[in-house]
C-alpha cells in the first residue's frame, strides 16, 4: 500500500498555496517603508521652504503670495499643501508632499490633480475626496485647511478662502 496518495497531495498543495497567498495578501505594499523613511529627511525641507515662500512671494509679486500648510502625516506617507493666493482668492494649489512607492505612485498620480482642481474651484478645504485615495484625500484637506488658517491668520486671506472654509 501506498502511504502517500494522489488526493492527501493535492490537499496539501492547496493548502500550502492558500496560505501563501493569504501571507502576501497581509504584506503592505512594498512603497510604505521608502515613504516612511523619507518622511524624516523630507519634511524638514519643506517646512523651510514655506517658511521662505510667503516671503519671496509677497516681495516679488504684489497681490500675490504662497502659503504652505502642514505636512500631514498618512498611512502611506506625507502629505502637504502649498497655496498660491492672489487678493485673498486661491489661483493655484500644489500637493509639495504626497504618498510615494507601489502604488501610492499611481493612486497620487491621479488624485492630486483632482484635489487641486477641486480647491480651486471651491475657494476652501470644503471639497470631496478622491475615490481610491482616501487616506491621501483627507490628508490633503487637513493640509490644505492648515494652509488656509495661516493665510486668515497674516491677514491678506481672510477674503473668499477664509470665509467659505468654515
Known sequence: MKKSHPIRRTMLATAATVSGIVLLLS????????A???QGGAAPQQTVAGQESPQGGSAQQTGT????????????GPVQVRLSLSDGRIVKADAVQAPQGGTSDQK????????NKATVAA???DIDAVSGATYTSGGYKKSLQSALDKAKATGGGSGSPGASAS
Open 27 to 34: 504584506l503592505k505594499p512594498a512603497g510604505d517603508p521608502a
Open 123 to 125: 475657494q476652501s478645504a
Open 36 to 38: 516612511a523613511s523619507a
Open 108 to 115: 497620487t498620480a491621479l488624485a492630486v490633480p483632482r484635489l
Open 65 to 76: 503670495r504662497t502659503v504652505t500648510g502642514d505636512v500631514v502625516k498618512t498611512e502611506y
